[in-house]
């Protein structure tokens, strides 16, 4: 996979895809070209501020059928940043409401000269399935507990901007794994670019078949701590659990916060970061959430990059994809499937 281009012209000439649906089914090269690009925005952009043209005349639309704070606004911008028209689709004020139905209302889009869908749906395989009737490219803004590909991205970024390579270094995913799309997208960015990969949290939410990809499994987190560069704590994902899967919230924390006195255990330069929204004193305690080696804002910066990249790349291909359109093989499912 040659490098990025120092041009933004030609980057998509490297790119071989029209969309960005999971990382499952990226190679490294990929990872590292997306990556890669993303630096290279980062910095012709001064840091996410200033605005460049080279997607001036294409259109994007954000098609969020979940809530979200950070990707929306994060897209929205990153397009405007690129210079690209944005148009911010409701559910709820839309056709839908009068029973058009899912894909018929993303052809009307795309027939008015949309170039890329970003979707978010609590269905996995939504944007899977966009990718098969639609002729634009389709970002996976997130699909229910499957992969949010460029959360995954954006992570796997920052650790990289502090660490300088991710390969070798220990990362521990803490939190509730069963039912994170970020966990998920974690899992296969980091493996795929040699790192060690722990995962920790209550045996009701981190099964033992993660093991059958190379993954660590823990339950007890003052274990792992000392051992990890990089820990990244997952929100407890009530809005997807149909039955409780630990008896209160205290004794989740008791075990599983990551806090002022667990820090003290850990390594010096220990990165923790969470993809937010953050629950404090659920899964991060404040002093942990505000310290210096904390990236939990860092992050936030680096998914304008992150969406920058993915936006170019997916506009400037245009080549119909064979690939990656199948029926969503989300390879570890919400858990309670496995
Ligand atoms: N914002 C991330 C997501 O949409 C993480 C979370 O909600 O906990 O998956």
Avoid at 266 to 285: C, M, Q
Wanted: hydrophobic share 40%; net charge neutral; charged share 20%.
């Amino acid at each position: 996979m040659p490098s990025v281009p120092h041009t933004f012209d030609t980057v998509p000439q490297v790119w071989p895809h029209r969309h960005l649906l999971d990382l499952e089914r990226l190679t490294p090269g990929e990872i590292r070209l997306l990556l890669d690009a993303a630096a290279q925005l980062k910095e012709a952009t001064a840091g996410c501020r200033r605005k460049l043209t080279i997607l001036s005349g294409r259109t994007i639309v954000n098609l969020f059928f979940e809530n979200s704070t950070r990707t929306r606004t994060s897209f929205s911008l990153a397009a405007r940043r690129l210079g690209a028209d944005v148009v911010e689709f409701s559910a709820s004020g839309s056709s839908l409401s009068k029973g058009e139905s899912f894909i018929d209302t993303a052809k009307n889009l795309e027939a008015m000269g949309i170039d890329v869908v970003v979707v978010r749906h609590s269905t996995p395989g939504t944007p899977h399935l966009l990718a098969q009737h639609l002729d634009v490219g389709v970002i996976n803004a997130g699909d229910g507990a499957h992969e949010h590909p460029t959360q995954g991205l954006l992570d796997i970024f920052s650790i990289r901007e502090r660490l300088g390579d991710i390969s070798g270094a220990t990362v521990g995913l803490v939190g509730d794994i069963a039912h994170s799309r970020t966990a998920r997208s974690n899992v296969w960015g980091l493996l795929k670019l040699g790192a060690k990969v722990i995962v920790c949290g209550p045996p009701t939410l981190v099964s033992k078949r993660w093991e059958e990809l190379g993954v660590e499994v823990s339950h007890n987190l003052d274990e792992i701590v000392p051992r990890c560069d990089v820990l990244n704590l997952l929100r407890i994902q009530f809005e997807r659990q149909n039955t409780r899967p630990f008896p209160s919230v205290r004794e989740y924390a008791h075990l599983y916060a990551m806090t002022g006195e667990r820090l003290k255990r850990a390594r010096k330069d220990l990165l923790s970061r969470a993809p937010g929204p953050i629950n404090r004193g659920v899964e991060v305690s404040d002093d942990v959430a505000d310290c210096p080696q904390s990236l939990i804002l860092d992050q936030v910066t680096n998914g304008l990059a992150v969406r920058m990249a993915t936006l170019w790349l997916t506009c400037g291909n245009r080549l119909p994809e064979t690939d990656q359109t199948g029926p969503a093989q989300p390879g570890l499912p919400a858990e309670k499937t496995l």
